[in-house]
């Protein structure tokens, strides 16, 4: 999702934020690498191009204030790295679960798929436990094309 500096300013204003740089940096970075998913140091490498005065202490600071408002989303791949990716920033009513991850085994590469299979069996879930499932997050390893190639 490609979301420019004038809408990053009008979610956060309709979440009753005050609209700083650093803010609006972060969001940006985030959203200018939608198939990456990055740690907050990385996140903090690439606000400081444009704004070499931002701290890293600032960075994981906004960065815990968008995950509240649930702007980003905080993802673990058990590669010891706590890793950020931009959310869905849809309407409340309207957004849907994040994307899942195939994580190689072999190299560590980290692909991003949107197919979301589970809705029916959240459904089902719901209707025979009364539980309402609100979000999951699904990861799957094995090996990419190239990987499975080398091991053939």
């Known amino acids: 999702m490609s979301v420019n500096r004038e809408q990053f300013e009008k979610i956060l204003r309709e979440k009753g934020l005050k609209i700083t740089t650093q803010?609006?940096?972060?969001?940006?970075?985030?959203?200018?690498?939608?198939?990456?998913?990055?740690?907050?140091e990385e996140?903090?490498?690439?606000?400081?191009?444009?704004?070499?005065?931002?701290?890293?202490a600032t960075v994981y600071?906004?960065?815990?204030?968008?995950?509240?408002?649930?702007?980003?989303?905080?993802?673990?791949?058990d590669d010891g790295y706590v890793r950020y990716e931009?959310?869905?920033?849809?309407?409340?009513?309207?957004?849907?679960?994040?994307?899942?991850?195939?994580?190689?085994?072999?190299?560590g590469?980290?692909?991003?798929f949107q197919d979301d299979l589970l809705e029916e069996l959240e459904g089902k879930i719901a209707e025979t436990t009364g539980f309402s499932v609100t979000d999951h997050e699904v990861k799957l390893y094995g090996y990419c094309e190239e990987c499975r190639r080398k091991i053939d």
């Open 61 to 77: 600071r906004t960065i815990q204030l968008l995950l509240e408002l649930h702007l980003i989303d905080r993802i673990n791949l």
């Open 109 to 112: 590469s980290i692909l991003s």
């Open 23 to 40: 803010r609006v940096l972060v969001l940006t970075a985030l959203s200018a690498c939608p198939d990456k998913h990055l740690t907050a």
């Open 43 to 56: 996140i903090y490498e690439l606000v400081k191009v444009d704004y070499p005065e931002i701290g890293l």
């Open 86 to 107: 931009i959310g869905d920033l849809g309407e409340e009513e309207t957004r849907h679960h994040h994307h899942h991850h195939l994580i190689c085994l072999g190299c």
